[in-house]
């Protein structure tokens, strides 16, 4: 019913509004498409992108009023935008990714360069016709004005006349001022300062994004200029421009002067009439490497790889002083690779479409390693680890062990190993609900229940990921050279006389160590095993070795109990009640139990 409704409404509403021309659809905007069905929209854009294609085929086929040229030219126009951007793109991918130094400028230019307020001119500003001056009188005659510099260059100071001061600088227009009016009026003080600078208009021409005449304030410089023009065209250059005034060469500018090494005369500011042209680029040349900034530099003529090498900021820190470095030179369509040794880079000469790359060190990891050593040292803390370092070593920063430090139930955590307990839990847990699954057939008793006891059994375990090792051999003996690894956590314990019995037990208790007592003397004291405990059992020593040991052999066996040491009575599941499944599979599960408790036997 959906669909159906779908291909009415298509075949209604497009009928109705696709069949207009392009100029009629202009209420079909983003908005209202985005707010269609998904299957609606696709035909309603797919229509649009028909009919516009058709009006453009009618447009070149038949003759054409103004009205339809002017829509063909701004398609085609849209077109060409479009083909203009992508061939940017390209062009922008070229030189190895590499822009031109300097085109950022323009992007991130404030108009802090722009005199918005007075504050910002200085004393050098040269005063011009529109510029107005708050001017004020104090002593036997007092005045509160505001005076316009006349076309004539003048300020028409009431009852004083006229006093010229276009084309004197902030400083001096003061002064002449102060001077003219205290030099015929005694006992009288005068008082000028700048309320509002004048709009001045320039020329702004070649090598621009948007070259014509510009209307600015008094105090813009050649910075400010350039950047309401849209900066520097792609063909225009940052080392090439001048400031021309009445026909006549007023300044050359290097724009490397203030982008490389921030020499930037504000003193010279634009006036009336004044042209700025950029000249065309000359050779770019890019560098990459080890140098601070990687960019395409424009060379002037018999500049050499040291000068390219200081605009690009010098060497960085991680060059590789191989004693040269490698310049790519295009010669008659031949490509060649000249090593030039780093004491010649002044002799060299760049020559356009040459390149340089400076040799660097390939970086690599240098994350910090962190090492965690908590109890009983005189120092511990987290400790930075060199590469290579041992626990020997460690141990020996850290001011070796306290007196009552227990080693034999030191503990080192290590985050693979914590992994690969994970990996074999993961294992073994899938290899028996296999095994379970693959049975099924043969018991006819297969339970829920039981894959949810499983999977209980398995998410209720901390793997640790502890290493087991000899403790008094990696710090003293023969195994010294045992190295640490970033994320590891070491443990040393303070000796508590206690032997831990966990699981099955009647009474499941920590009982007092008592070197004249064996398993089967441990076992009596908790009241013995439940029936619900597996035939076998556990015995961990403090430093994370284990054992397992059958309850037949409890009365002769020679097991060593530490202090510290665990005893675990596994349970077996099989005897659970509410749990049905055959015996068979009893073993697996009670097998994978015994697993878990090893791998979990010891925490900090």
């Given at each position: 019913m959906k669909k159906i409704f779908i291909i009415l409404f298509i075949f209604i509403f497009s009928n109705e509004i696709l069949s207009q021309s392009p100029l009629d659809q202009s209420f079909l905007n983003q908005e209202?498409?985005?707010g269609l069905p998904p299957a609606i929209r696709e035909q309603i854009e797919s229509q649009n992108q028909l009919n516009e294609e058709e009006e453009l085929e009618k447009l070149f086929r038949s003759e054409t009023t103004i009205e339809k040229n002017k829509i063909l030219l701004q398609k085609m126009q849209e077109q060409l935008t479009i083909l203009k951007q992508s061939m940017d793109i390209d062009s922008d991918n070229d030189q190895q990714g590499l822009s031109r130094f300097g085109d950022s400028f323009f992007r991130t230019l404030q108009s802090s360069f722009m005199p918005i307020n007075i504050g910002n001119l200085g004393s050098s500003y040269i005063v011009d016709v529109g510029d107005s001056f708050d001017f004020f009188m104090t002593g036997k005659a007092e005045a509160n004005e505001t005076l316009l510099v006349q076309r004539d260059g003048s300020l028409i100071i009431p009852t004083y006349g006229k006093v010229f001061v276009a084309g004197l600088s902030l400083m001096k227009a003061e002064e002449t001022v102060q001077n003219f009016v205290e030099s015929t009026?005694?006992?009288?003080?005068?008082?000028?300062?700048?309320?509002?600078?004048?709009?001045?208009?320039?020329?702004?021409?070649?090598g621009v994004e948007n070259p014509g005449i510009y209307t600015l304030s008094g105090g813009s410089n050649i910075l400010g200029a350039l950047n309401i023009s849209g900066g520097i065209s792609s063909s225009g250059s940052f080392r090439n421009i001048e400031?021309?005034?009445?026909?006549?060469?007023?300044?050359e500018y290097d724009l490397y002067d203030i982008f490389v090494y921030g020499n930037f005369d504000e003193k010279i500011t634009l006036r009336s009439g004044d042209t700025l042209f950029v000249h065309p680029s000359s050779?770019?040349?890019?560098?990459?490497?080890?140098?601070?900034?990687?960019?395409?530099?424009?060379?002037?003529?018999?500049?050499t790889i040291q000068d390219l090498v200081e605009f690009a900021?010098?060497?960085?820190?991680?060059?590789?002083?191989?004693?040269?470095?490698?310049?790519?030179?295009?010669?008659?369509s031949l490509n060649s690779i000249e090593d030039i040794?780093?004491?010649?880079?002044?002799k060299f000469t760049l020559r356009a479409r040459d390149s340089v790359f400076v040799p660097m060190f390939q970086s690599e990891d240098s994350k910090i390693k962190v090492v965690s050593l908590t109890g009983m040292v005189n120092r511990p803390g987290d400790y930075f680890i060199n590469e290579g370092e041992t626990l020997s070593e460690l141990i020996t920063r850290a001011g070796g062990f306290k007196q009552n430090a227990y080693i034999y139930g030191a503990a080192l955590f290590r985050k693979r190993a914590q992994e690969q307990e994970q990996l074999f839990a993961q294992l073994n847990y899938s290899d028996s609900v296999n095994f379970i699954i693959s049975n099924a057939g043969k018991t006819n008793s297969l339970n829920k229940s039981i894959i949810d006891l499983l999977s209980e059994e398995l998410r209720s375990r901390n793997l640790p990921g502890r290493v087991v090792i000899d403790f008094n051999e990696a710090v003293s003996g023969n195994m010294k050279n045992f190295t640490l690894e970033d994320g590891d956590r070491i443990v040393i314990p303070s000796m508590e006389r206690v032997v831990y019995l966990f699981g099955d037990f009647r009474n499941p208790s920590n009982l007092s160590y008592d070197p004249n007592l064996k398993v089967k003397n441990y076992i009596e004291l908790v009241g013995g095993i439940k029936d619900s405990a597996f035939e076998e059992l556990i015995v961990i020593d403090p430093d994370g070795r284990s054992h397992v040991y059958?309850?037949?052999l409890f009365a002769n066996s020679n097991i060593e109990i530490y202090p510290g040491?665990?005893?675990?009575?596994?349970?077996?599941?099989?005897?659970?009640?509410?749990?049905?499944?055959?015996?068979?599979i009893s073993p697996i599960l009670s097998s994978l139990a015994i697993s878990l408790a090893s791998l979990n036997s010891i925490k900090d």
């Open positions: 209202f498409l985005e009026s005694i006992g009288v003080n005068a008082f000028l300062s700048l309320k509002s600078i004048r709009d001045v208009q320039v020329l702004i021409t070649g400031l021309r005034r009445g026909g006549q060469l007023i300044q050779a770019q040349i890019p560098i990459s490497g080890a140098v601070s900034y990687e960019a395409i530099f424009e060379i002037k003529k018999d500049e900021g010098g060497f960085s820190e991680g060059f590789a002083d191989y004693g040269f470095i490698q310049l790519q030179r295009v010669s008659n040794n780093i004491s010649s880079l002044d059958k309850k037949s040491s665990i005893i675990y009575a596994p349970r077996d599941i099989g005897k659970l009640s509410g749990v049905q499944y055959a015996a068979s």
